[in-house]
């Protein structure tokens, strides 16, 4: 199937894929070639897709996942590529947010960029 994982501002994946798998708030789920038509919210969490015998994996803070006459597009917000993340620049991200006034929002971004980095503690 035809895959293209994009942010706002950049695409990461683009090119042919034989399975993702990605998070939705029911659960993780996988789609393979000749998959029925899906269209899916996706939570903070692992993006993985399988081209060509090698697994590229994103993580990203939440987006959409559409599926329709094999062409899978995947909106992603705020991605990191798993090659890409440098935990000890995150850490240092979270150390400057826990230091300012807690709201909602900041705390969201705590709870994210912790996530990116146990993402990539378990892959690396």
């Known amino acids: 199937m035809d895959c293209i994982v994009r942010s706002a501002d950049r695409t990461l994946i683009e090119g042919n894929a034989e399975r993702i ?16 038509p899906i269209l899916a919210v996706l939570v903070p969490g692992i993006i993985r897709v399988l081209a060509n015998g090698t697994e590229r994996v994103i993580v990203c803070k939440g987006g959409t996942f559409n599926l329709e006459d094999q062409r899978a597009t995947v909106l992603v917000e705020q991605p990191y590529a798993l090659e890409e993340i440098h935990a000890d620049t995150l850490r240092a991200r979270i150390a400057i947010l826990q230091a300012e006034p807690q709201s909602a929002s900041i705390s969201e971004e705590i709870a994210y960029l912790e996530l990116v980095c146990r993402i990539k503690e378990t892959h690396a």
């Open 21 to 36: 798998v990605a998070r939705s708030p029911h659960g993780e789920f996988a789609v393979l070639d000749g998959h029925a």
